[in-house]
């Protein structure tokens, strides 16, 4: 079935830039997104690309998607200590209906 | 305006008991999911909803799971009896059709003990 695998842990100073990365298997994806979870909170959903753009640029975010290697990566500039918390990527598969299927998460830790 | 709301926010309860959760969502969206978050399962979905009837009780676990929307604004999730492996965070999000983003309550944290 359909997979997503993202690293686990990420360490970054306070102001350089964060890039978490993730793989999908579903060759036929629609909507990839990404969701942020601080601690003891829901998922807020923070971006989205649709498969036929390559980036996506939303603020400090920006959202590359390599459909070929089926890679997607979310670049946060000037990472702040508020920006720690878990970050997941999540493939909407091909529409019929949202079936989101989540990474395990990469927990973001912004040290100064 | 107002997310999907969700309540429980937090439930502690003996194995055995019955546990209802309650998921109000967003105005005027359609489908709505459950999902449950543990550390060693991560996030997996256990029922999807559109227009008020389940589609897809694939990933509810058991029989002592049940899923109910009886109309456009409410859902519950039931667990009974209760176990101490059901200790999890519920999510209820939902989505505006299909094909659409789909938006996330704060969750109902269980703990069964």
């Known amino acids: 079935g359909e997979d997503v695998e993202q690293s686990l842990f990420l360490s970054v100073r306070e102001g350089d830039s964060s890039v978490i990365n993730c793989t999908y298997t579903d060759s036929s994806s629609t909507y990839l997104y990404w969701y942020k979870q601080e601690p003891g909170a829901g998922l807020q959903l923070l971006t989205y690309i649709f498969s036929n753009m390559d980036m996506k640029q939303d603020q400090r975010l920006t959202v590359l998607l390599n459909k070929k290697d089926k890679h997607l990566s979310l670049r946060i500039a000037d990472t702040q200590t508020g920006d720690s918390a878990i970050y997941f990527c999540a493939d909407g598969g091909t529409g019929g209906y949202n079936k989101l299927i989540f990474g395990a998460g990469t927990r973001l830790a912004v040290h100064p | ?113």
């Not at chain 2, 998921?23 to 997996?44: A, D, V």
């Not at chain 2, 519950?76 to 996330?104: H, M, W």
């Open chain 2, 1 to 113: 305006d107002a997310g999907v709301i969700q309540s429980p926010r937090h439930e502690v309860t003996e194995m055995g008991q019955e546990v209802t959760l309650r998921c109000k969502p967003i105005s005027g969206h359609n489908s709505l999911f459950w999902y449950r978050q543990t550390m060693m399962r991560g996030l997996e979905l256990l029922i999807y909803f559109n227009n008020n009837v389940p589609i897809d009780d694939s990933g509810m676990p058991e029989d002592r799971f049940s899923a109910k929307m009886p109309n456009a604004s409410f859902s519950t999730l039931k667990i009974q009896p209760s176990e101490p492996r059901d200790s999890a965070v519920y999510f209820c999000a939902s989505s505006l059709g299909t094909g659409n983003t789909i938006y996330f309550g704060e969750g109902s944290w269980l703990t069964v003990v």
